[in-house]
């Protein structure tokens, strides 16, 4: 009788801190969640100028750029208990008749079909080996140029962020950078999607990391 097999996975992830990734090998990442563009609504000349500016963007980078698309199940119930919340406290009767009907029409939707959250992310690198050994190595007879230290790293993470960011508005979407909580969410959605849709991470990290977790009623557990 054979043995079931344990598989296991490296996860390169050293630091999740002040809004960037640092993995093995000295490299770090950052990620900038964009908005999207209705692109069917609009007219030809303007989805003309949406190709145009975001091949422009892509023209002007001159490191690569990872796009990730994240689609998945839209959990209804939070949504849901925020508006009967809010329903309440509301005075005008108007408004309530309004929130009562979009309130059965969102529970209608949510059992006819799934309802799917589309979100959009670019990841922005440094320090990856290619980057290092590019045209440097040409002058430096092969050498491997040394790994960058964090602070370099982070300011040229904030400086291709900030290029990114603005050749992205030009395309005419909104982009911001994800802090660490959302960087971690993120990575943890990702990594154990079933667990993260039932867990939620705190505002707070360092509590993870402290020799002794509280937990949210008061006790306190060993880390």
């Not at 491997?144 to 370099?152: T, Y």
């Amino acid at each position: 009788m054979s043995r079931p097999s344990v598989q296991t996975v490296s996860v390169p992830i050293e630091t999740l801190e002040d809004g960037m990734a640092r993995l093995t090998g000295g490299r770090f990442r950052a990620v900038l969640e964009v908005s999207s563009v209705n692109f069917a609504l609009l007219s030809e000349p303007q989805q003309e100028a949406v190709i145009a500016s975001f091949a422009a963007c892509l023209n002007s980078v001159n490191f690569p750029l990872q796009f990730v698309i994240r689609v998945l199940p839209v959990d209804i119930e939070v949504y849901v208990s925020a508006l009967e919340h809010r329903l309440r406290s509301e005075r005008s009767a108007r408004l309530l008749d309004l929130g009562r009907d979009h309130l059965a029409y969102v529970r209608r939707a949510a059992r006819a079909r799934t309802l799917l959250d589309r979100r959009f992310f670019v990841v922005v690198p440094v320090g990856d080996p290619e980057e290092r050994t590019g045209l440097l190595r040409w002058f430096c007879g092969g050498k491997r140029q040394s790994e960058l230290d964090e602070a370099s790293a982070r300011r040229q993470l904030s400086s291709r962020c900030d290029e990114v960011e603005r050749q992205l508005t030009r395309v005419g979407v909104a982009v911001r950078r994800l802090q660490t909580v959302e960087l971690v969410n993120l990575y943890f959605s990702g990594l154990c999607s079933e667990l993260a849709s039932r867990q939620r991470f705190r505002d707070e990290l360092a509590g993870y990391t402290a020799p002794v977790v509280q937990a949210a009623h008061g006790e306190e557990r060993a880390a």
